[in-house]
């Protein structure tokens, strides 16, 4: 670890259920690792998420101490029920205002962790630059928990030293400097992330440093032409696909081996299939259940992606099942939670949220009347939301969304496809 050893908090006596809100450091990996080695379940929690989303992944984990950077609080959350197992809970984003916890084993982490060491061996890789927070899965897995099982040094920064401002800010000429500085192998980026790298490569004419081995890029379709772009600036980027129902990363695209565009073949920990609806299913490496939730895990889990797997074991992705937004940040994003907190403004009397790969969401607002103030009613609802689910940019609906303008359903569901079509150059603006 690229960083003096810190020292341990002293947690209270008896702490069993550990969250943490802490920036990437030595800090954060000293807590994660204590509390492996004395049976402490770990709850790493983002710094972006709300109060609410706080006190609510707090009180349905049944936390009983907090660690932050400035200090450690007991909590007096009672016990709660957890899958025999649980080692560690991830909370999602939230696809609702609620974050979902999934809570995974040991087994399963470490699977994973040694399924990504087994396959990357040839590349050799010995220094690794955590660019992601520690509380979102894929770098907790990939970035710290498979480099530190396997002896790969890794570059533990503030989460502002490589360029990462919040969840949705990201300054590359910082990640550059960083890279350089600390002479990295290997990163794991978000496909924004990696956009805007490529950009500012081209655009001071540089190229990625030599140092680097392998740029792996989830959380979010990237696409074949944002990879070879970038693979011409020297970045050698690859594609990869993971859930953290399977506890991270279960595809992996590898340089000398890869399809620009798929998620990449299996990694050894890693089965998946695709069923007869299209949907994914992956086994392997799966959780232990979702917290508060007594419904057992099946042995193939469904994904709600939609794709296939081809003769040479590529896995494509070709959509959601359903519509929740995943953003070019890699966050879950429901359009209907940001839909409600629209309407519930007087100006507002329909609202519909795309941003599905974009860095930033927008919406398409029905007034309710002529003089309706809509700029203050998305200023409003962005006032109750993460940074990650606020409105950046909105038009005034050309029609109301109803049958009768072929924008919504005969129940009144909005017509997304056609909402889309019909305020496509506005929403592009």
Known sequence: MSASTPTLPTLPEGTRMMATMLDNGPGFIALDEAAAAEGIVHVPLPLFFTPAQVAHALQAAGADTLVTA??????????????????????????????????????????????????????????????????????????????RRH???????????????????????????????????????????????????????????????????????????????????GIPACEGYGLSEGASVQTLNLPGAQRPGSAGRALPHA??????????????????GYLGSPEPVPAWWPTGDLGRIDADGYVWIDGRRRNVLITAYGRNVSPEWIETALRSHPAVAQ???????????????????ARADLQAAVDAANATLPDYARIARWTRGRAAFDPSTGLATANGRPQRPAIASLHADALAT
Request: hydrophobic share 55%; proline share 8%; charged share 15%.
């Open 70 to 147: 400035d200090g450690v609080q007991r909590l007096p959350f009672a016990p709660v029920a957890l899958p025999p197992g649980t080692a560690k809970i991830t909370f999602t984003s939230g696809t609702t205002g609620a974050p979902k916890g999934v809570c995974l084993t040991a087994a399963a982490m470490d699977a994973v962790a040694d399924g990504l060491i087994a396959a990357m061996a040839p590349l050799g890789i010995t220094r690794h630059l955590n660019a992601l927070p520690y509380a979102v899965l894929l770098e907790n897995i990939a970035g710290l928990l498979a480099p």
């Open 151 to 233: 002896g790969v040094d890794v570059v533990a920064l503030p989460l502002r030293e490589v360029g990462l401002i919040g969840s949705s800010q990201f300054d590359p000429a910082r990640l550059h400097a960083a890279v350089e500085a600390h002479g990295a192998e290997s990163l794991i980026l978000l496909p924004q992330m990696l956009r805007a790298w490529v950009a500012w490569l081209a655009a001071t004419g540089q190229r990625a440093p030599a140092s680097l081995k392998l740029v792996a890029v989830g959380g979010a379709a990237v696409g074949a032409p944002l990879i070879e772009a970038a693979q011409a600036l």
């Open 271 to 288: 089965r998946l299939r695709v069923n007869g609806d299209g949907e994914i299913e992956v086994a392997g490496s799966l959780f232990a």
């Open 351 to 369: 609202a519909v949220v795309f941003g599905d790969g974009e860095p930033a969401l927008s919406a398409v607002l029905w007034p309710t009347n």
